[in-house]
């Protein structure tokens, strides 16, 4: 039995980027303070205010509030099927001294699910929205792939001089449950080095959670 999470979008952008830390137990940014108004103008009249308070004693999960104004509603520990820390964006870039190879920082997919597997498919690449004319000057000289660890596969190409990946492709091996899958981003270009720029991608992936 398999059930498939909503796709997700990984943007590539050329900015400061720093990986999640490992995982242990954590609390979800609905978990944190949301503000309730207390307010009065008689200081005679003290006012008072109930606040009810949630605890939890577990194994370690993210745990979550699935509705933060509601005070009768308590915290719940996150859904173990599939529970991800992926990356915010990605960076790669080439260097002129480096002669047109394509180099990056390496990326970590996180699964936190004690019991479960996930697969990982990378569904398509396309241009991004920071910069298109930067895209259509370097693109027809650029060749990017998407190299994993975790001997799941050598490489996937998502673009080839100025053709896009379109076509699902999953990444092989089922990533296993409290297991990290690590890659970069490689290629060649060959354009020219006298104007720096700056394109932009959007690289989805799917997450499918596997019994």
Excluded: C
């Excluded at 799941?152 to 449950?177: C, E, H, P, R």
Aim: overall charge negative; proline content about 6%; hydrophobic content about 40%.
């Amino acid at each position: 039995m398999k059930k498939t999470l909503s796709i997700l979008l990984a943007v590539v952008f050329m900015a400061a980027f720093a990986v999640p830390s490992a995982f242990a137990g954590s609390f979800d940014d609905s978990a944190q303070q949301h503000d309730d108004a207390v307010t009065g103008h008689d200081t005679d009249s003290p006012i008072t205010r109930i606040i009810p308070m949630y605890g939890y004693v577990g194994k370690d999960t993210n745990l979550i509030d699935p509705d933060p104004d509601n005070p009768d509603q308590p915290p719940q520990p996150a859904d173990t099927e599939i529970n991800l820390a992926v990356p915010i964006k990605i960076i790669w870039a080439a260097f002129a001294s480096d002669e047109g190879l394509v180099t990056s920082p390496t990326y970590t997919v996180k699964n936190f699910s004690t019991a479960h597997k996930v697969k990982i498919s990378v569904v398509k690449f396309e241009a991004g929205f920071h910069d298109p004319s930067a895209n259509g000057v370097v693109d027809s000289t650029l060749v990017l792939n998407l190299v994993g660890s975790y001997g799941q596969f050598g490489q996937i190409n998502l673009l080839n001089v100025g053709t896009y990946k379109t076509a699902i492709t999953d990444i092989g091996t089922d990533l296993g449950s409290s297991t990290n899958w690590n890659f970069r981003i490689a290629g060649t270009y060959t354009g020219t080095f006298a104007t720096a720029y700056q394109p932009s991608y959007v690289l989805t992936f799917k997450f499918t959670y596997v019994a």
